[in-house]
């Protein structure tokens, strides 16, 4: 494995990274192609596949850990209902960090293989997207293209790696994953990999991750739902 790779799989360079302007969004250009086409075939069902979040890199992903550790972002419990920061303890916040978000480094974000989708056709203007279970329910705003994507997101290679609660990360069907680049990622992801990207960094909660970092490595990390 060369020095280069290390850094695309931790997010700290973009060179496997396309841009595409529209719809915008920034990914792998394998992920690119099946994701277009995918959006094409949507939208002959008057869906309206747009990206929410694409290709995060590693300085982005360490601003939102740092927000959450310190609580200038909100917490959310598995039911999408927001947890009393002052109640909690910085173990339990960590927790509570990486019920919804990644590890910085170990965000599958950094591959270019992920995209969080939501239809943009069902949008009333100014809709402001949360990406929160009651989005996803039967009778939720994306009800509509989660049927849908039950139905059709295999034969572009998609997958979903939330799609249950396994211990680790709370359950997340609108992230989606494109097989033939996350699979390999998630295979030469290492904890040595990881592990710089903690040491090198400013990130709250620094010792403790570092202490706790094969367990999280374990149960948050590797701990996905394969296709
Ligand atoms: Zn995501």
């Known amino acids: 494995m060369n020095d280069v790779r290390e850094l695309q799989l931790t997010g700290q360079v973009r060179t ?33 596949l747009q990206p929410f979040s694409s290709f995060r890199n590693l300085k982005t992903q360490i601003r939102i850990w740092n927000k959450k550790f310190r609580g200038e972002k909100p917490l959310y419990n598995i039911h999408g209902q927001e947890r009393d920061y002052h109640s909690l303890d910085k173990n339990e916040i960590i927790d509570a960090i990486l019920g919804w978000s990644a590890l910085p480094g170990a965000s599958r974000h950094h591959w270019g293989s992920e995209i969080d989708v939501v239809d943009a056709a069902v949008m009333p203007q100014n809709y402001r997207v949360q990406l929160l279970p009651n989005e996803v329910q039967s009778d939720g705003i994306f009800a509509r293209l989660h049927v849908w994507l039950d139905e059709n997101m295999h034969k572009f290679d998609f997958f979903r790696p939330y799609r249950l609660h396994q211990g680790g990360m709370f359950p997340e069907p609108w992230h989606l994953s494109h097989a033939p680049i996350s699979i390999p990622a998630q295979q030469e992801l290492s904890i040595a990999m990881i592990e710089n990207v903690i040491r090198n960094n400013h990130l709250e909660g620094k010792e403790l991750l570092l202490r706790r970092l094969p367990q999280i490595f374990r149960d948050h990390i590797n701990n996905v739902c394969l296709p």
């Open 16 to 48: 496997h990274i396309t841009q595409i302007d529209e719809p915008r969004f920034a990914a792998h250009p394998k992920t690119v192609e099946a994701f277009l086409a995918m959006r094409d075939a949507a939208q002959k069902e008057g869906i309206i």
